[in-house]
C-alpha cells in the first residue's frame, strides 16, 4: 500500500474517530439533561464543557429563527457529519492530485506524452474536480 494511501485512510479512520467521539459526548450530554442529574457535580459538568463550543453558536441560531432550542444536539450532530463527510472528500481530492502528479513525473517517455504536460492536466482536473464538487 502506498504512503497516500495510508495517509488517507489515517485521515478517514481520524475524522471518524473524532466524529463518534463528539457524538457520544452529546448524546451523554442530553442524556444528562434529560435525567434531571444535578449540574454541579463533575461529570455533567465536564461533558457541557467539552460539548458547549459545539451546541451553543447552533443555539443561538435556532433561537435567532425562533425554533426550539432544545433541538440544538441533534442540529450538531448532521453538521459535525456532514463537516466531517467534507473533510474526507477535500482529503482525498487533495492526496489523489498528489498521487497523479507522482505518477505523472516518475512515469517514463517512451509513447507517453511529456511529464510536464501529463502533470498539468493533473493538477487541472484536481481543481476542476474540487470547483463542481462544491457548487
Same mark, same amino acid.
Given at each position: 500500500?502506498?504512503?497516500?494511501?495510508? %495517509?488517507?485512510?489515517?485521515? &478517514?479512520?481520524?475524522? &471518524?474517530?473524532?466524529?463518534?467521539?463528539?457524538?457520544? %459526548?452529546?448524546?451523554?450530554?442530553? %442524556?444528562?439533561?434529560?435525567?434531571?442529574?444535578?449540574?454541579?457535580?463533575?461529570?455533567?459538568? &465536564?461533558?457541557?464543557?467539552?460539548?458547549?463550543?459545539?451546541?451553543?453558536?447552533?443555539?443561538?441560531?435556532?433561537?435567532?429563527?425562533?425554533?426550539?432550542?432544545?433541538?440544538?444536539?441533534?442540529?450538531?450532530?448532521?453538521?459535525?457529519?456532514?463537516?466531517?463527510?467534507?473533510?474526507?472528500?477535500?482529503?482525498?481530492?487533495? %492526496?489523489?492530485?498528489?498521487?497523479?502528479?507522482?505518477?505523472?513525473?516518475?512515469?517514463?517517455?517512451?509513447?507517453?506524452?511529456?511529464?510536464?504536460?501529463?502533470?498539468?492536466?493533473?493538477?487541472?482536473?484536481?481543481?476542476?474536480?474540487?470547483?463542481?464538487?462544491?457548487?
Amino acid at each position: 500500500m502506498s504512503v497516500i494511501a495510508l %495517509l488517507y485512510l489515517f485521515i &478517514t479512520w481520524g475524522v &471518524t474517530a473524532v466524529i463518534v467521539a463528539v457524538i457520544l %459526548l452529546i448524546v451523554l450530554r442530553s %442524556l444528562f439533561n434529560y435525567m434531571d442529574v444535578n449540574p454541579f457535580s463533575w461529570s455533567p459538568r &465536564t461533558v457541557g464543557r467539552a460539548t458547549d463550543p459545539l451546541i451553543m453558536p447552533v443555539r443561538r441560531v435556532l433561537v435567532a429563527f425562533r425554533i426550539d432550542p432544545r433541538a440544538a444536539p441533534f442540529i450538531a450532530v448532521i453538521l459535525i457529519i456532514v463537516a466531517g463527510y467534507l473533510i474526507v472528500q477535500v482529503a482525498g481530492g487533495v %492526496l489523489n492530485t498528489v498521487a497523479g502528479i507522482i505518477f505523472a513525473l516518475s512515469r517514463d517517455g517512451s509513447a507517453h506524452p511529456s511529464p510536464l504536460s501529463a502533470m498539468s492536466s493533473m493538477v487541472f482536473s484536481g481543481f476542476t474536480r474540487w470547483q463542481f464538487s462544491f457548487a
